[in-house]
């Protein structure tokens, strides 16, 4: 990796990422060596978040780099796929509902929400009223507080806990590292030694 002082970034190796329900590309450097393959659905870290991506292609230059690629999609990712796919549909029904029932003339197109679950967006044909921002923030709180997803995402890309997967963990996975859900968010050391 090359660094000069007051420049970003500019990792040796890039992937054009397709992420988010509007399929935006974006270059990504690995924060490790793995190669990805053309059709690779990977973890890539935004200015937005965490976001589930499509491995496009091998950048042919280096520019500077819209976020990092952290890991494959994992077995754990996939049932929180599973979950914010479950819960999306109620979500948009949700706000076309409460959009009527306040006669605000918006029309919602797609909602989508992180893979960290640390935000949810709404999107809408041409610009919003702010009585639909209102709405939106609204449904935003009661969302999460009703599915709790940035809980388990937080156990997904940290663990379970302080020192997780160590001899000092204050949760103690103790000898059931092996089956952890959260296995590959755990400390490798902790895990490699209990395993």
Do not use: W
Request: with cysteine; hydrophobic share 45%.
């Amino acid at each position: 990796m090359a660094l000069v002082v007051g420049s970003p970034v500019i990792a040796s190796r890039q992937y054009l990422v397709r992420v988010g329900v509007l399929g935006h590309v974006g270059r990504f450097a690995p924060v490790d060596a793995a190669s990805y393959r053309r059709g690779a659905r990977v973890v890539c870290r935004t200015v937005r978040g965490l976001e589930v991506g499509e491995v496009l292609a091998e950048a042919a230059e280096e520019r500077e780099a819209d976020g990092a690629l952290m890991r494959r999609v994992t077995v754990e990712d996939d049932l929180l796929l599973e979950r914010l796919a479950r819960h999306r549909e109620e979500a948009f029904e949700a706000c076309t509902q409460l959009l009527a029932e306040r006669g605000v003339p918006a029309m919602l197109m797609e909602v989508e929400h992180l893979l960290d679950g640390a935000s949810i967006y709404f999107y809408f044909l041409g610009d919003p009223p702010a009585a639909a921002e209102a709405i939106t923030a609204e449904l935003a709180e009661a969302y999460e507080a009703k599915v709790q997803f940035r809980r388990f995402a937080e156990t997904l890309t940290e663990g379970c806990g302080p020192g997780c997967g160590t001899d000092d963990a204050e949760n103690g996975c103790g000898a059931t590292c092996g089956s952890c859900a959260v296995l590959s968010a755990c400390g490798a050391k902790g895990h490699a030694a209990r395993s």
